[in-house]
């Protein structure tokens, strides 16, 4: 995958995964997962952060998504619902939040897909995402192979 494309393709998943307010630890596995899995390198002039702070994270998803070479379109589709629903918030019925879907709509208007890929692109990523790890899982892959608690009598 071509520099441009890989840091678009990366970026777009980190504001969609913020775009709720939180960077969920579910959130942060994924992305890691992911950028492994397509080799997705942030480019070297971008600073660390490439979200300013105070900034609405959807605002730059089309000119982002406009980087993105055509081949690569529908795997952007398909990460970005895997990243939007990896977790769902306190008392949310559906995994994916509004704000994320209206990101979403707008990638999809953005990278020009018609409504059957982008409903491949969702049907792929609830597959994945079933196969994803939970956060107990997360969490005891970080900290399951320190000592056991102290038990207390």
């Known amino acids: ?12 998943m980190q504001r969609i995964a913020v775009v709720d307010g939180d960077l969920a630890p579910e959130e942060e596995n994924l992305l890691q997962s992911l950028s492994d899995r397509y080799s997705l390198q942030p480019q070297t002039s971008l600073p660390a952060d490439p979200i300013p702070q105070g900034s609405d994270p959807a605002a730059t998803i089309g000119s982002l998504a406009a980087m993105v070479a055509p081949e690569h379109r529908s795997l952007l589709m398909k990460a970005a619902f895997m990243v939007a629903g990896i977790t769902r918030g306190k008392r949310e019925d559906a995994y994916i939040c509004p704000g994320e879907e209206a990101a979403l709509a707008e990638l999809s208007q953005a990278l020009e897909l018609s409504s059957e890929a ?6 792929e990523a609830l597959e994945e995402l079933s196969h994803q790890p939970s956060l107990w899982q997360i969490l005891y892959g970080c900290f399951g192979t320190h000592s056991p608690l102290p038990l207390f009598h």
């Open 118 to 123: 982008v409903t491949a692109a969702r049907e």
């Open 1 to 12: 995958m071509d520099q441009r494309s890989s840091s678009a393709i990366l970026g777009i």
